[in-house]
């Protein structure tokens, strides 16, 4: 049996390794790292018949560092292609019939003192968001070819750190040990932390780092402390173990389920992010590469809300009706919300980063509704939302590397100058505001009828948010796009070849899913339906063919090792 | 009654399918072609410039066509047996949910496929002169064509979930065409306003969906009427008002009217497909489309018929203040849908008059906009009337076909016009009673409005003493722009007669709406009561236009005018309604919660992360040194956690 998993997870660390072994240059640099720099440099050139004296000579040395930065980039590209490859062929022979289970699973003891286990499988949702992950990471490198050009190091560290977080994402998605689950989760705000402090935008990018992290960091240890709750109490880090009728964390007093599920909760919502532990990212946003930002919030995110899926309303059933409306509240809080402070915005990172938190309201809605059509949107959304939004950073991405600013204010009247560029940018923004036949629109609208299904109140005020989506999507547009074209604008360029094939898979994608989303859907389905109805009263919204799949998902966990 | 006559619809939805017939299970690619020319256009770019229009023209002709054939194999059937479902694939299903690409071929959705791609052809046809100089033609196509394929979604859904896809693929397309020519940032804050609105309205249609599927267990027409005898009298109001809310938005009825009057931004033809002809008429099609849900909910039905009744005088007030021709006629295509919406309002006696004045306001109120566009043409794109004048001389076909129209729409005798708004005020008056009177009087007031402000358009702009600015020579425009027009003018004509004489629509209607109609009674249209009084007012309202605007030379600039005038001709402040309830509290809001976004949620985490960056600071560190001092001390509280988590297991 092929190990997928651990060879998708493998591969981009290797990949990562790669970059950081390349040989150093040094343009600017401490006398002593440029002596490092100097001894590689001077080995790794040597067979190519250049000279170790080389990093002497200021232009030989830039050249060389341009050099191996471009090796670099190539082997990014390299190594996320070969990983999205992988994760291709593994979603081939993903058995559909089955996809409530986890599949290509792999356990092997890793602290055996501690019961941790190096134990890996994938369902449906977790399937998808894998593949989600390492479509994006590709077009994130090539988005990034050249942002990082005049950097000491050519944007080399930038890109070994996107190799490390893909292997990190795919890991915390396909974890089934909630421990192993837990160190990636921590684990990947190392990288991210890079970089935004280090390889981020503007003077705030260093206290824009620090805020992430101790947002992340706070909302981690608060989960470890239900981490070691669920061990000592359900006896082993495995999900398998854990979840079902006869696990021992079943049995657990309500009381107690309820702590454990806040634990969980809380460093979920952070991530999510959710109303009102969602500042940090809006400045994160802000102060990110374009390309980052479309890692931390089209795949760093979903783990929040993956997580509130796979561990919240999984490891603690009982405790879940005590938190459906809370939750509920504070979705519709960060759904409105989210949506008029991004109208309120003149940074169109910052402007991406609150439609976000507003999408988040609408994925968090759709899991706590507990129908098989909110959840199933809010798993669907969560897919969509990352090809969507991802590819709205990107573009603005391509604004800023032109103009040097993110600043609505700076633009007008693009469209006469780059029509390509204003054309994916609207199409784009039509997706973000779930436009019919594009793939956003069929997650929200199956979010709205789940809860609808579950209570109409918060679907209506819910509904509130398609209209506010178009005020800040047609306005930001408007006034970048439309109307004269501003000075210093004149001589904007239009996409170029590069650019396009960083989008034009996701426009592709967005278009698909939106007129053919069912596949998808097939896979998703099943595994929605383990969760559907575990809440009190709400199991009737959702019975059709819930219960059935309910019911057949523990038989078939049994069977799956 | 009303509940039986949709029996194909309700009674068995798997009644018909069209296995049986090739010209009807390829329906879809009367949606198909349209669409594949927008594609072509927009993803072919500069190689499609030379020929791309006239591909964009040549579709929606073979749309036609097939929806011609498509009319004959529906002819061929026995009238209970004209509903057909044409499921494409399956577009999402979960749990219990289902949403198809499925096709719903039948007399409504035909008559309406018919209209759209017939005017829309034209309307490509007059384009290719219209917009021969515009360097953004390919794109203007394109979108034309989208539009075209979007409608033709929205018409012919199975289920309200396509519906929508259409429903807002149109407002998409609108968006785009208001917003052509977008470096106008007039056209840009148009086209977003019309997109907004729209929302509003989109959304009373979204929500009524899902009432749809919690209350009903359905959203495909067949079986949500099928469970309407069973549903509470609550949900079917509420699903109607939210319907309403939709029509209003798509239809341009009060009071999500305000964008009609702006979209008159985008180039002449949109405003004749869209803004007049097709689109608008959208939320017609929905009421009488979800016809058993308002017959099942009366209160909803008189909120409809109150909606249009108000829209039909605010938009003829509207019509009779503006001095902007397209502003004008765009008041009047408000004014004439408040019509057909009361008539739709008034159930299944008003849905044939309502549906068929639908059609021939489609052909003149198009053929006017063509020619308003004409004339424009020849002005140096001029739009105000009071620097027209005695334009007929110079653009006798214009003037020609202009004047058909004109004659069509005030309801003179047997013109198009006449017939379908006879039906409409017949109708109203049918329904007896204080309702009926108020309906039916508001009705023949509207169509006294009508008569003044549209011979008031023709006074000022074809006839009476020359206003023009200086550089101008008025020509007539090129044969591809007045032969679409000539066409329009001889629907304008003859249309009214062909589909009320004989009840040949209404019975052919009748099996898709349950519609009763009653027998249209010529010699009765010309002596009862209230058809005299439709001639009657008809005449005061073109004497009143005669004394003010033709006796008396027009003055080139707008006099001060009186409180009526002045709140007309702000479109009874219908923006400032808007701005003073929603756009002002809004910015409010907006300033409001991103203070307290700065202040107080994220206050006390900048205030912490300050902190640590000045004790940081205090250690003296370089810029670079700050990610390592934190990876540092982050490793540093891991390994501690790590530590603790061994010690204590």
Not at chain 1, 279 to 295: E, K
Not at chain 1, 328 to 344: D, E, K, P, R, T
Not at chain 2, 54 to 71: G, I, K, Q, R
Request: aromatic share 10%; proline share 4%; hydrophobic share 55%.
């Amino acid at each position: 049996m092929i190990p997928w998993l651990t060879i998708a997870i493998a591969l981009p660390a290797v990949g990562a390794a790669l970059v950081w072994a390349l040989p150093r240059t040094a343009a600017k640099a401490s006398p002593a790292r440029a002596a490092r720099t100097a001894e590689a440099g001077g080995a790794a050139e040597a067979p190519a018949g250049g000279g170790g004296v080389a990093t002497a000579v200021r232009p030989a040395t830039t050249a060389a560092g341009g050099g191996s930065a471009e090796t670099a980039k190539r082997i990014t590209l390299g190594f996320s292609i070969a990983t999205l490859l992988v994760v291709a062929a593994m979603a081939l022979r993903f058995d559909t019939s089955r996809a409530a289970s986890l599949q290509f699973e792999e356990v092997h003891p890793w602290i055996q003192r501690f019961g941790v286990h190096y134990a890996v499988g994938v369902d449906g949702i977790a399937l998808v968001l894998i593949l989600m992950s390492a479509v994006l990471v590709p077009l994130v490198v090539l988005a990034a070819w050249n942002e990082h050009d005049d950097r000491f190091d050519g944007g080399r560290g930038y890109f070994a750190l996107i190799l490390v977080l893909e292997a990190m994402m795919i890991g915390v998605f396909a974890a089934t040990d909630v421990f192993l689950f837990y160190v990636f989760f921590e684990a990947m705000l190392i990288p991210v932390y890079f970089m935004i402090g280090r390889y981020g935008r503007g003077d705030g990018r260093s206290a824009a780092a620090v805020k992430f992290l101790l947002y992340s960091l706070a909302g981690g240890l608060v989960m470890l402390v239900s981490v070691i709750g669920v061990y000592v109490i359900g006896g082993s880090f495995l999900w398998t173990d854990l979840v079902g009728e006869g696990s021992a964390l079943a049995a657990v007093d309500p009381a107690t389920a309820r702590w454990l599920f806040l634990g969980f909760f809380i460093a979920f919502a952070i991530k999510a992010p959710m109303w009102p532990v969602h500042t940090w990212l809006p400045s994160a946003a802000g102060a990110s590469r374009p390309g980052t930002a479309v890692l931390l919030v089209g795949v760093l995110d979903k783990v929040g809300t993956y997580g509130m899926m796979r561990y919240c309303l999984e490891l603690f059933p009982a405790a879940v009706s005590w938190f459906v409306w809370p939750v509920v509240g504070l979705s519709l809080v960060s759904i409105i919300y989210g949506a008029i402070l991004a109208i309120g915005q003149n940074d169109m990172m910052r402007l991406v980063a609150y439609t976000s938190v507003s999408h988040f309201g609408f994925i968090t809605l759709g899991i706590f509704a507990l129908t098989a059509q909110g959840q199933a949107g809010a798993a669907l959304y969560m897919v969509n939302h990352g090809f969507a939004t991802g590819a709205l950073f990107l573009i603005v991405g391509f604004l800023v590397a032109r103009r040097g600013s993110s600043l609505i204010s700076d633009y007008g009247g693009v469209q006469r100058v780059a029509p390509k560029l204003a054309g994916v940018f609207l199409v784009t923004g039509l997706a973000g505001l779930a436009l019919p036949g594009l793939a956003p629109f069929v997650s929200e609208f199956l979010v709205f009828v789940g809860v609808y299904a579950f209570h109409p109140a918060p679907a209506v005020v819910a509904a509130v948010g398609v209209v506010l989506a178009a005020l800040y999507i047609l306005w930001m547009y408007q006034r970048t796009m439309n109307g004269p074209t501003k000075e210093g604008l004149t001589g904007l360029r239009d996409l170029s070849a590069r650019e396009t094939w960083a989008v034009a898979p996701l426009l592709a994608l967005i278009l698909v899913l939106g007129l053919y989303p069912q596949p998808v859907l097939d896979v998703i389905n099943p595994a929605v339906e383990r969760t559907v109805g575990i809440g009190s009263g709400t199991a009737d919204a959702a019975a059709d063919g819930g219960s059935e799949g309910a019911s057949g998902t523990q038989e078939e966990e049994g069977d799956a090792e | 009654m009303a509940v039986t006559s949709h029996a194909y619809l309700a009674a068995d939805p798997a009644v018909a399918t069209a296995a049986d017939s090739a010209v009807l299970s390829g329906a879809w690619l009367l949606i198909a072609l349209p669409l594949a020319g927008a594609a072509i256009l927009l993803l072919g770019g500069r190689h499609t410039d030379k020929w791309g229009h006239w591909l964009a023209t040549a579709l929606p002709v073979a749309s036609f066509a097939w929806a011609l054939l498509v009319l004959f194999d529906l002819l061929g059937r026995a009238p209970d047996a004209r509903g057909v479902s044409v499921p494409v694939y399956q577009w999402f299903s979960v749990g219990g949910f289902e949403a198809g690409v499925d096709l719903l071929v039948d007399p409504l959705s035909i008559s309406f496929v018919l209209l759209i791609t017939f005017v829309g052809s034209l309307i490509h046809v007059y384009s290719v002169g219209y917009m021969a100089e515009d360097p953004g033609r390919r794109r203007f196509f394109a979108y034309l064509n989208l539009f075209v394929a979007a409608m033709l979604v929205l018409v012919l859904a199975d289920n309200f979930v396509l519906l929508f896809l259409g429903w807002e693929g149109v407002g998409l397309a609108s968006y785009l065409l208001i917003g052509f020519w977008q470096y106008k940032p007039s056209a840009a804050v148009a086209a977003k306003k019309a997109f907004l609105i729209n929302r509003v309205g989109d959304m009373g249609l979204l929500i009524a969906i899902m009432i749809m599927f919690s209350a009903l267990g359905a959203v495909s027409f067949s079986d949500v009427f099928a469970a309407v005898p069973g549903a509470s009298d609550g949900v079917l109001l509420a699903i109607g008002l939210l319907l309403l809310l939709g029509a209003c938005g798509k239809s341009a009825q009060l009071p999500l009217q305000a964008w009609l009057l702006d979209a008159m931004e985008g180039p002449t033809p949109v405003s004749a497909l869209i803004h007049a002809a097709t689109m608008v008429t959208a939320g017609v099609y929905l009421i009488v489309r979800a016809g058993p849900v308002f017959e099942g909910a009366p209160v909803a039905q008189t909120a409809v018929t109150v909606v249009g009744a108000a829209t039909m005088l605010a938009g003829g007030i509207i019509a009779s203040a503006k001095d902007d021709i397209k502003k004008s006629l765009a008041g009047s295509t408000m004014s004439q849908i408040g019509m057909m919406v009361l008539a739709a309002g008034l159930g299944p006696v008003g849905y044939v008059a309502a549906i068929a004045h639908l059609v021939t306001h489609g052909f003149f109120k198009a053929g006017l906009f063509l020619g308003a566009g004409s004339v424009m043409h020849a002005m140096n794109d001029g739009v105000n009337m009071r620097r027209y004048g005695g334009l007929a001389r110079v653009m006798p076909v214009t003037f020609a076909t202009f004047g058909l129209g004109y004659l069509a729409i005030i309801g003179f005798p047997l013109l198009s016009g006449w017939w379908t708004k006879e039906s409409i005020i017949s109708a109203a008056f049918g329904v007896g009673g204080t309702e009926g009177m108020v309906l039916g009087t508001a009705v023949i007031a509207g169509a006294g409005l009508t008569a003044f402000y549209m011979s008031r358009m023709v006074f000022m702009t074809f006839l009476g003493g020359k206003r023009w600015d200086e550089g101008v020579h008025p020509h007539e425009s090129p044969v591809s722009m007045t032969a679409p027009m000539v066409v329009l003018a001889i629907g304008s004509v003859a249309l009214g007669a062909f589909l009320t004489l004989g009840d040949r629509f209404a019975g052919f209607l009748a099996p898709a709406t349950g519609a009763h109609p009653h027998h249209f009674d010529v010699a009765h249209a010309f002596t009862s009561p209230y058809g005299l009084a439709a001639l009657g007012v008809m005449v005061v309202g073109v004497a009143a236009a005669w004394a003010v605007y033709l006796r008396k030379p027009v003055a080139t600039t707008a006099p001060k005018g009186n409180l009526v005038t002045v709140a007309a001709s702000r479109e009874l402040y219908g923006n400032e309604i808007n701005e003073g309830l929603l756009m002002r509290p809004g910015q409010a809001l907006t300033g409001a919660l991103l203070l307290i976004e700065d202040k107080v949620i994220d206050g006390a985490v900048n205030g912490l992360g300050a902190g640590v960056l000045d004790s940081s600071k205090g250690l003296g560190r370089a810029q670079t040194g700050f990610a390592r001092t934190y990876a540092l001390t982050m490793l540093f509280g891991a390994v501690v956690v790590a530590a603790t988590l061994a010690v204590r297991l």
